[in-house]
Every structure is written in C-alpha cells, then in structure tokens.
C-alpha cells in the first residue's frame, strides 16, 4: 500500500505575512511660525494625496524539486499542513508572500513658544498627513510539481490542479479584500488629524503608524481567510479524494 503524499500550500509565518514598512519623510518647514492651537484646528480644506496599488501577482510554477527539495521549502517557510503525519511525502507546495507597505510624505510646520505674545524659542511641530502611498497584494508567489511526475501525466495534472486551486484562493482574496482596504485607506487618510511632535520624522511615523495599524486588521482577516480555505483542501478526506482520480502515483 502506497504511503500517503499530501499536498501542501503555506503561508509563511508570523503574520501579516511579507509586510514591508517604509517611510518617505517629506518633512518640508511650511512658511511662518504656527501656533500650539493649529494642530488643533479643523482638517485642511486640501485632503491628503492617497496612492493605492494591488496586485494578485503571477505565479512561478516549478517541475524541477524533488519531494526532499520541496519538504525543505515548507520547513524553511514556516507553513503547515493540516493533514501531515509521520510519513507526510510533499508533492506539491504552494508558496506566497503577503505585502503590506505603508509610505507616508508629512507637512510640518514649526512651532514657537511665546512670551507676552513675542516667539522665543522651538516648541516642535505640527505634523500633517500630505500624502499616503499603500502597496497590498501578492509579492512572491512559487507553485511546485515533484519532478517525479513529467508533464501531460495523471498524478501531474492532479498534483498541479490543486496547486493551482491554492494559488487561486490567494489572487481571489486580493481581489476580494482590495476595495475593502482603499476605503478604509481613504477614509483613515482623511480623517487624521495634525499631531504635535517633537521632530517632523516623529510625527510622520505617528501618522504612518495610524494609518498601518488601521489597515493591518482588514490584512489579518484576510490571512484568516486565506489560511481557512487552504486548509479546507488539505485535508485527509480531500487528499484521498485526489488521488482516487489516478492509478498511478
């Protein structure tokens, strides 16, 4: 009797998945003292420049790792499979990294200390959001096919077909959750208001950090969805299932 020998997709650990942080600090001193009282002031009439990209990726499918080979790209990415036992064989592994980047760009404007209404010395600045540039989606995403099963046979066909069922919950899920996370990124953006900081680069990792922290919860409920529906294809029952449908594996 032939040893079971499990699919497997992954997603690599710690989650958010591939997320990738930068801050653009565009820091520019606006002309003139300000006041304490204007980083307290109504939101400017001009809302903040809001760049979105997504993208679902391509995939990179491989026909040239052995079941060791492949083993060892799940072991090093992190991921598990819900049906691996003892004598777990992979044949076949979807690999995917998830981004998340968040890159702010700040006006802050100095602020002045006063004494009977004259300024005399620094005290911070007023920070404001100018502008957000947010990529999300797939960044890398790598399918392999155990080299023991050549193109245009049963077990590749069925080895591949779930592969590309796994590669498809993730582009899917891009799909699903992009306009999800450009609204919460407008709406976010929008509403922040000017903080006070002791450095412009201060505030602009505030302002960014809001902004993340925000759209981070909408990326970590889509990692969910993604993992569960992975998982529903990993399973004992499923596996037998698939290959049930060849007489040779």
Known sequence: MSLPRPFASCLPAGLPAGMAVAVLLGALAAPGP??????????????????????IGTVDWHNDKTRDQIRTLRSKSGAKVAAAGPNWQPIGLTL?????SVEVRVAATSL?????????????????????TVKFGVQHLSAYVSREYSSGTCAFDIVREHEGRHVAIYQSAVKRYAPMIKKRLDATAR??????A????????????????????????MSRDMERQNGVLDTPAAYAAERARCPNW
Do not use: H, M, W
């Open 34 to 55: 300000a006041l304490g009282e204007e980083c307290r002031s109504p939101l400017p009439d001009t809302a903040p420049e809001v760049v979105f990209k997504a993208d």
């Open 198 to 221: 002791a450095t412009p680069q201060e505030g602009a990792e505030r302002l960014r950090k809001a902004l993340n922290e925000d759209l981070t919860r909408i990326f970590e409920a």
């Open 112 to 132: 002045k200390a006063t004494r009977r209404g004259e300024p005399v010395s620094s005290s911070g600045y007023c920070v404001r959001l100018a502008a957000a």
């Open 96 to 100: 995917a990294s998830l981004l998340l």
């Open 191 to 196: 509403d922040l208001r000017p903080i006070r």
